[in-house]
């Protein structure tokens, strides 16, 4: 099956700084997912993005799918960003696999 | 946008019996809902998939017999631990993959279920 590595595992932050999230896939997908997990573990949609660039206020994503990675930018962090990254992935009608996530903590 | 409601959000059960987790999708149909597995500070591990009107399908290592998954209807597929254990608790998630513009074929997940045995 699909293989999807997430770097860094951990990452601790400075509040206002930015910082960029890596997934990488082993397989062609025609779906990835980002995802934030907050404390109580609901897992919120951050970005549907198998291909492209989208961008959310300060978060944004790029997928390169020719060349089977995608990233999460996050720009001027705060503590609430605080939690865990999930990337997760789908090739035709399968369901999504994930990654083992980056934890980040956000500190003021 | 696309909701999917699970309940309930949090149970601690005995030993031994069995608990019931519902997933609905409330404003889309789901012909197939997805049910995984998170382990304290681990990623969320697939269990099995729903399918609307057949068996489910489950993943290797998880007990059929153990984890049952009805699919009775396009919004609703429950999940019941049987005589359950506490190497049975974890956090339960679900999840459906909307085919509409509404849910922009992504998937969406449930708020999942803290299962606790004692």
């Known amino acids: 099956g699909i293989q999807v590595e997430q770097s860094p595992p951990d990452l601790i932050l400075q509040e206002g700084a930015n910082s960029t999230l890596r997934c990488n896939f082993s397989?062609?997908?025609?779906?990835l997912q980002w995802f934030h997990q907050n404390p109580w573990g609901q897992l919120i949609n951050l970005f549907y993005?198998?291909?492209g660039t989208k961008q959310n206020g300060r978060l944004s994503a790029t997928t390169v799918a020719t060349e089977r990675y995608s990233l999460l930018y996050i720009s001027s962090s705060q503590t609430t960003d605080s939690g865990v990254y999930f990337c997760?992935?789908?090739?035709?009608?399968?369901?999504?696999?994930f990654g083992k996530g980056t934890r980040l903590s956000v500190t003021a | 946008g696309a909701v999917v409601s699970q309940h309930p959000s949090r149970v601690i059960c005995k030993s031994g019996t069995s608990v019931k987790i519902e997933c609905r999708s409330l404003?889309?149909?789901?012909?197939?809902m997805f049910w995984y597995r998170q382990f304290p500070k681990q990623s969320l591990m697939l269990m099995a998939t729903?399918?609307?009107?057949?068996?489910?399908?489950?993943e290797q290592g998880v007990e059929k017999d153990k984890f049952l998954i009805n699919h009775a209807s396009l919004t609703l597929s429950t999940l019941t631990v049987t005589s359950a254990h506490p190497e049975d608790s974890s956090f339960y998630i679900c999840?459906?993959?909307?085919?509409?513009?509404?849910?922009?074929?992504?998937?969406?997940f449930g708020s999942g279920t803290r299962l606790t045995v004692v």
């Open positions: 999840s459906a993959r909307g085919l509409t513009e509404l849910t922009n074929y992504g998937y969406t």
């Open positions: 397989d062609s997908v025609n779906n």
């Open positions: 997760a992935v789908a090739s035709g009608n399968t369901p999504l696999v």
């Open positions: 404003d889309f149909q789901a012909t197939t």
């Open positions: 729903s399918n609307e009107g057949s068996k489910a399908t489950y």
């Open positions: 993005i198998p291909s």
